[in-house]
């Protein structure tokens, strides 16, 4: 499950949940983009079988979290409906030899749904979105990868919203 990474401080607990139930969102995108590539699946038939079976649901004895389900049903519409805008912003932003189509399935949906996020949901701080999807990172792998969403989302934020980092350093990964 990904972390929540807005403070518990925050002194509503509408404000949690509501960042909480983003955090469902974001990482059932992920699954349902994973989904869709490896089955072949369209939007419509990945946000009904998510929304019915998947969010907020215990299958196979792991509990998916609760979403806001406006939030993720934009998000896999969004990363769909742009991706041919989004795929060659993460081919500039990771490392030459090595284009999007090459990085594994996971990791390539993450990415579509943080550049999304970065590139058209402007009321999400974009520091806010990269640490997200880094957290959901650490949700599937324990190695190098979350680094790796760290490093090509700090990239493409810097690309398509450098006004947010004017006079910050680089991540310097990717």
Same mark, same amino acid.
């Given at each position: 499950?990904?972390? =929540?990474?807005?403070?518990?401080?925050?002194?509503?607990?509408?404000?949690?949940?509501?960042?909480?139930?983003?955090?469902?969102?974001?990482?059932?995108? /992920? @699954?349902?983009?994973?989904?869709? +590539? $490896?089955?072949?699946?369209? /939007?419509?038939?990945?946000?009904?079988?998510? +929304?019915?079976?998947? $969010?907020?649901?215990?299958?196979?004895?792991?509990?998916?979290?609760?979403?806001?389900?406006?939030?993720?049903?934009?998000?896999?519409?969004?990363?769909?409906?742009?991706?041919?805008?989004?795929?060659? @912003?993460?081919?500039?932003?990771?490392? %030459?030899?090595?284009?999007?189509?090459? $990085?594994? #399935?996971?990791?390539? %949906? $993450?990415?579509?749904?943080?550049? *999304? +996020?970065?590139? *058209?949901?402007?009321? /999400?701080? %974009?520091?806010?979105?990269?640490?997200? *999807?880094?957290?959901? %990172?650490?949700?599937?792998?324990?190695?190098?990868?979350?680094?790796?969403?760290?490093?090509?989302?700090?990239?493409?934020?810097? +690309?398509?919203?450098? =006004?947010?980092?004017?006079?910050?350093?680089?991540?310097?990964? #990717?």
């Amino acid at each position: 499950m990904a972390k =929540n990474s807005e403070s518990k401080n925050s002194g509503s607990k509408n404000s949690e949940s509501k960042s909480s139930e983003r955090s469902g969102a974001r990482l059932a995108v /992920v @699954q349902a983009l994973y989904d869709m +590539e $490896i089955s072949g699946k369209g /939007v419509i038939e990945a946000l009904a079988e998510f +929304e019915t079976f998947w $969010i907020g649901r215990e299958v196979d004895g792991i509990a998916h979290p609760q979403a806001e389900i406006a939030f993720f049903r934009d998000l896999l519409r969004g990363v769909v409906d742009e991706q041919r805008a989004i795929d060659p @912003q993460l081919d500039g932003a990771l490392a %030459a030899g090595w284009p999007l189509k090459r $990085i594994e #399935a996971v990791l390539r %949906a $993450i990415l579509r749904a943080g550049a *999304y +996020e970065l590139m *058209y949901r402007r009321d /999400v701080p %974009a520091r806010v979105a990269i640490s997200e *999807y880094v957290d959901v %990172a650490h949700s599937f792998y324990d190695g190098d990868e979350p680094g790796l969403i760290n490093g090509v989302l700090d990239k493409v934020a810097r +690309e398509v919203r450098g =006004n947010e980092f004017a006079g910050l350093p680089a991540s310097g990964r #990717a």
